[in-house]
């Protein structure tokens, strides 16, 4: 089941979703939203084939009213995100959490970076260390396929900029 919570900070809306995004998920009240409006997707564990269409067009349906930004995505996001195109829509991605984990003692972390950060490195994540033993953790993906969408976002970027 998917839950959201609108919250609304300055000029800015936000939506915080958390659960599982699949064919129980109905997405059409959020087709209302206008303006400046960030998605969190920190609390999204699972998105199915079925909740990927319906993302998509939401997407489809705010690009057309919102300034939008995607914050914290989560890795079952950051997945979608390096599989379909268009799951971004015209949306930045402004933060994404990333799975670490010890190799030492096993500790597993989701730690969240900046977009911007990130790009600004080459597409390379700091050092994470882990809170339990002090030893370098590893994310458990691979790095370059888990930082797709970033080099994506980078290039649809720079398109749009060179054609305006």
């Known amino acids: 089941m998917l839950r959201w919570q609108v919250m609304k900070v300055a000029d800015r809306t936000i939506v915080a979703l958390n ?4 064919e129980n ?16 997707l920190s609390g999204v564990r699972r998105i ?13 349906v705010l690009e057309a009213r919102c300034k939008l930004s995607l914050v914290a995505c989560s890795p079952a996001s950051v997945t979608q995100l390096n599989l379909i195109s268009n799951f971004r829509g015209a949306a930045s991605v402004d933060s994404f959490m990333a799975p670490f984990e010890c190799p030492r003692c096993g500790t597993e972390r989701e730690i969240l970076f ?3 950060t990130v790009l600004r490195s080459g597409l390379h994540l700091p050092t994470v260390t ?34 305006a």
Not at 19 to 22: E, F
Not at 133 to 143: H, K, N, R, S
């Open 19 to 22: 659960g599982v995004l699949d």
């Open 130 to 163: 882990c809170v339990d033993c002090a030893t370098q953790m590893e994310l458990t993906e691979v790095p370059d396929r888990y930082l797709t969408f970033l080099a994506d976002q980078r290039a649809t970027r720079g398109a749009k900029l060179a054609m």
């Open 48 to 60: 199915s084939s079925t909740g990927v269409r319906e993302w998509i067009e939401l997407m489809r």
């Open 25 to 40: 998920a109905d997405l059409r009240p959020l087709g209302e939203l206008s303006g400046n409006v960030s998605i969190d």
């Open 114 to 116: 900046d977009s911007f």
